[in-house]
């Protein structure tokens, strides 16, 4: 499959890397690029309202950290339950979760139990630096190109995740664009995954496994809902 490369994939305004998705695919551009607007907040301070008027689980005044986050209005928009449980969380939690996230991403797309790959994912989880090639997500890419993985990784063929003529899930809508590179679209979970504000990697992190399972998304999520305690 023919990939383009230097498409600049989502993740955080901290080690934004270029990846390769094949081409024709729409890229995984979170919904809300744009800063989110805040309004009134409520008498309680946990929800606030968009230029748009749409309620939303989040407080920007409390977590002015969030605003231009790419990812966040994903959850907001597609799985609020997730979006107001990843605020809640202490910072430790919110770190796991996006310890958590880019392991499955990278499980999914097949990455994980490559020998150039399994030391990026133990660094990450013990706090340290990434070692090389990801001390640089450019050699990351290029390592990354050079390995000529299959793009389904783990996750079989494409098939589409509704039948012909019926309506996508919400969390679909957002995240299934089709048949996709699932190692291109995994990699940016761990820049993410990395950031220094416990929950823009949360939100980042797991918008990136959520692109990278794209079909799928749904079996993700229920098991984030189960890994966290997030009432479904």
């Known amino acids: 499959m023919a990939v383009r490369r230097g498409h600049e994939v989502p993740g955080s305004d901290v080690g934004h ?26 008498a309680t301070g946990t929800t606030t309202t968009t230029a748009t008027n749409k309620p939303t689980a989040i407080d920007f005044d409390a977590h002015p950290e969030l605003r231009g986050v790419l990812a966040l ?6 799985a609020p339950d997730v979006a107001a449980a990843i605020v809640a969380m202490d910072p ?52 990354l190109a050079a390995e000529n993985l299959p793009p389904e990784g783990r996750g079989g063929p494409y098939r589409p995740s509704t039948a012909p003529g019926s309506e996508k899930s919400p969390t679909a809508k957002m995240f299934d ?14 820049f993410s995954a990395a950031d220094p504000r416990p929950i823009v990697a949360a939100f980042q992190t ?6 990278t399972y794209a079909e799928h998304v749904d079996t993700l999520l229920a098991a984030t809902r189960t890994e966290f305690d997030i009432p479904a």
Do not use: K
């Open 17 to 42: 890397a270029c990846f390769g998705v094949p081409e024709n695919t729409p890229a995984p551009v979170p919904a809300g690029e744009e800063e989110p607007a805040h309004g009134s907040s409520s």
């Open 73 to 78: 209005r994903d959850f907001d928009d597609c």
């Open 92 to 143: 430790q939690t919110q770190r796991r979760l996006a310890q958590w996230a880019v392991v499955r991403a990278f499980e999914f797309a097949g990455l994980a139990d490559r020998p150039w790959v399994t030391p990026a994912l133990t660094a990450l989880c013990s706090g340290e630096e990434l070692p090389a090639p990801f001390d640089d997500p450019q050699s990351a890419s290029s390592r």
């Open 177 to 190: 664009h089709g048949p996709i590179h699932r190692p291109y679209y995994a990699m940016p979970a761990l």
């Open 206 to 211: 797991l918008s990136h496994a959520c692109a």
